[in-house]
Nanobody, 127 residues
Framework: QVQLVESGGGLVQAGDSLTISCVVS????????MGWFRQAPGKEREFVAA????????DYANSCEGRCAISRDNAKNTVYLQMNSLKPDDTAVYYC????????????????????WGQGTQVTVSS
């Protein structure tokens, strides 16, 4: 079983930057592609960013492109999401997710692709 624990959320002002983290345990972290998703009240959970298992290729939702950076530290079993120029529309619970990936370059964008989820961390952006 894989456990994911997010941290780093909080209340920030519009224009601020924030980095949230997700520590993974229970399996070999480097075998997993990782993703970040978010869910605002009354809305579906949506893709934010993803990073592959191997080369660390990254992908972003349009809403995050140019403002976000996903990264991973395999030595620390941790994936990060740095968010800059935050907007009130970024307010949501942010979830990290893990997908066992037999191919190092495989990319995953759908929440249905991911097998394991954290409990989420709240990010609130005030105007």
């Amino acid at each position: 079983q894989v456990q994911l624990v997010e941290s780093g959320g909080g209340l920030v002002q519009a224009g601020d930057s924030l980095t949230i983290s997700c520590v993974v345990s229970g399996r070999t972290f480097s075998d997993y592609a990782m993703g970040w998703f978010r869910q605002a009240p009354g809305k579906e959970r949506e893709f934010v960013a993803a990073i592959t298992r191997g080369s660390g290729r990254t992908d972003y939702a349009n809403s995050c492109e140019g403002r976000c950076a996903i990264s991973r530290d395999n030595a620390k079993n941790t994936v990060y999401l740095q968010m800059n120029s935050l907007k009130p529309d970024d307010t949501a619970v942010y979830y990290c997710a893990a997908k066992f990936s037999s191919h190092s370059g495989s990319r995953y964008f759908s929440k249905d692709d991911y097998q394991y989820w954290g409990q989420g961390t709240q990010v609130t952006v005030s105007s």
